[in-house]
């Protein structure tokens, strides 16, 4: 009898110190993928990209990073895979989940990290993370007991202003500031417009050979307007050179400004003309 009470007693001890020592589950772990799931997401393709079957080395030309989220109907999140083009995994994502209706969404992009994927109607980028070019798909699907391939195709949801100087640095300027307000750091993956009025701001380090500066916004409509700022710094932080745009912009097009940004110093506005070219859905060609 007391042979049998120190057995109970070493196993409960056994089973404490296991229990212990578990790992907890980590709610949007990098790599989670789960290869029994009733629901299997897989990346066909992504819009006006150079290729028709995508692969996971061709995923990485487009994108570096990839959110794969499920919302309730309600737009709360439920589960989430986070993967970057390094992953065995890249451009598949498995998951288990309860029969009923939800949010399915993918997004791809390059930037710095994963923005706050908590809300579907405001899935945030911040100025410290960068913003980029962005992918989106997002549908409501209902997952039943069958098991579930859903091939889905990502599309571009941001504008690009394309902003090139065409004169010379002057020796004295160390970065470019370039800030931006009229569009969102944040957008609904239910509708892909801009769901906040951002102040959005990108620095870059000066060299010689980089005249073209890209950014990125999420407009609150098809089209719309940025005001722009842009400020060459000297090393200090002082101001040297700084002008201000209007920029009209459309979803998924590309608007080029470029002319000399130095000549004649001090601050000022421009006026622009605007001609069409294509490269993405279009382009808008601006001087200044």
């Known amino acids: 009898m007391v042979m049998i009470k120190k057995s109970l007693l070493f196993c409960g001890l056994l089973v404490t110190l296991f229990t212990s020592c578990e790992n907890p589950a980590i709610f949007g772990n990098e790599e989670t993928e789960d290869p029994q799931g009733n629901l299997k997401v897989s990346i066909h393709q992504i819009e006006q990209t150079p290729f028709s079957a995508l692969t996971r080395a061709e995923a990485g030309i487009a994108c570096t990073r990839l959110n794969f989220v499920v919302y309730d109907e309600f737009g709360v999140r439920v589960d989430q895979e986070n993967q970057q083009s390094t992953d065995a995994s890249f451009g598949t994502a498995s998951f288990q989940l309860p029969e009923g209706d939800y949010q399915m969404v993918v997004l791809g992009h390059s930037s710095n990290g994963n923005p706050t994927l908590t809300n579907a109607k405001k899935i945030t980028f911040s100025n410290k ?21 859903l091939e889905v195709e990502l599309k571009r949801i941001v504008s690009l202003c394309r902003f090139v100087i065409t004169d010379d640095y002057p020796e004295d300027i160390a970065r470019m500031k370039f800030y931006y307000t009229g569009g969102s750091g944040a957008f609904d993956a239910t509708t892909g417009f801009g769901s906040v009025a951002s102040k959005q701001e990108v620095f870059f380090d000066v060299d010689s050979e980089q005249k073209q500066f890209d950014l990125y916004t999420f407009l609150h409509d098809t089209e719309g307007t940025v005001h722009l700022t842009v400020t060459a710094l000297n090393s200090s ?40 070219n294509t490269d993405w859905a279009g382009e808008s060609h601006v001087s200044f």
Request: hydrophobic share 35%.
């Open 129 to 149: 993370i960068g913003f980029s070019d962005t992918f989106l798909y997002s549908k409501k699907i209902t997952v039943t007991d069958e098991p579930e391939n």
């Open 237 to 276: 932080g002082d101001v040297i050179v700084d002008h201000d745009f209007d920029v009209p912009m459309k979803q998924n097009q590309i608007t080029w400004m470029s002319g000399p940004f130095f000549v004649g110093g001090g601050s000022g506005s421009t006026g622009v003309t605007i001609t069409i």
